[in-house]
């Protein structure tokens, strides 16, 4: 595992934008690939974006594609989550993620975390 730090989440209005960074922190191993997972209140995490290693792409779940854009460089070790016309129900806490086996990754096992930052879209 490696320790995570996600920054630049907020309040804004609908229709507004935030963007996410993380990054990792202290000593630690190779990443393989990072990501970003949501959790709303009352609700379960849900996956969000994912960059993948090797010109595997940069997948975005459907109901956020259209908006929200992932980018950064796993080499050194940083991810972004550009957030568009926010709406209310993307009021959540949102987390970064990361793994270091290609195996991990293969079967969508994220093994750290980070602590999460809060997003709040008001209407």
């Known amino acids: 595992q490696v320790r995570l730090v996600e920054s630049g989440g907020g309040s804004v209005q609908t229709g507004g934008s935030l963007r996410l960074s993380c990054s990792s922190s202290?000593?630690?191993?190779?990443?393989?690939?990072m990501g970003w997972f949501r959790q709303a209140p009352g609700d379960e995490r849900r996956w969000v974006a994912t960059?993948?290693?090797?010109?595997?792409?940069?997948p975005i779940a459907a109901t956020m594609k259209a908006r929200f854009t992932i980018s950064g460089d796993v080499a050194k070790n940083t991810v972004y989550l550009q957030m568009n016309s926010l709406k209310p129900e993307d009021t959540a806490v949102y987390y970064c993620v990361a793994t270091d086996s290609h195996a991990d990754f293969l079967s969508s096992k994220w093994t750290s975390w980070g602590q999460g930052t809060q997003v709040t879209v008001s209407s």
């Open positions: 960059l993948a290693p090797n010109s595997g792409g940069t």
């Open positions: 202290g000593r630690t191993r190779s990443i393989y690939a």
